[in-house]
């Protein structure tokens, strides 16, 4: 027997029996910013600017002053983390908009 269209009333946590919800988002509020940063960091030139910058912090070995090196850095890290966040939104509200479409449920596997 083939159920009338119903949308999907469960939570897509990843606790809840039996959810097929899905989900492409990587970040969520609380995991934002210091999983950003975490894949941030996995770039070279980032690693190496920071590197660079707690080398300025030493004044015997630092020929200009940490703001000339502290001001790209957040200003690559900054656009980047503004770009993931966009796109990660809309990756919400695309999982949002299939995860509450009406289906059709098979009840009991008969036709």
């Known amino acids: 027997m083939l159920g009338g269209s119903q949308g999907l009333n469960h939570s897509c946590s990843p606790f809840s029996p039996q959810s097929n919800c899905i989900k ?9 910013l210091p999983v950003n940063l975490f894949e941030q960091f996995q770039e070279v030139a980032n690693t190496y600017f920071l590197f660079l910058l707690i080398l300025q912090l030493i004044p015997q070995i630092s020929s200009l ?11 690559v890290l900054t656009i980047t983390a503004v770009k993931d966040a966009t796109d990660d939104y809309f990756r919400h ?4 908009q299939v995860n509450n479409r009406q289906s059709q449920v098979l009840i009991s596997g008969v036709c």
């Open 93 to 96: 509200k695309s999982d949002n």
């Open 24 to 32: 492409t988002s990587k970040y969520n509020i609380v995991t934002f």
């Open 65 to 75: 002053s940490w703001f000339t090196t502290i001001v790209p850095l957040v200003l």
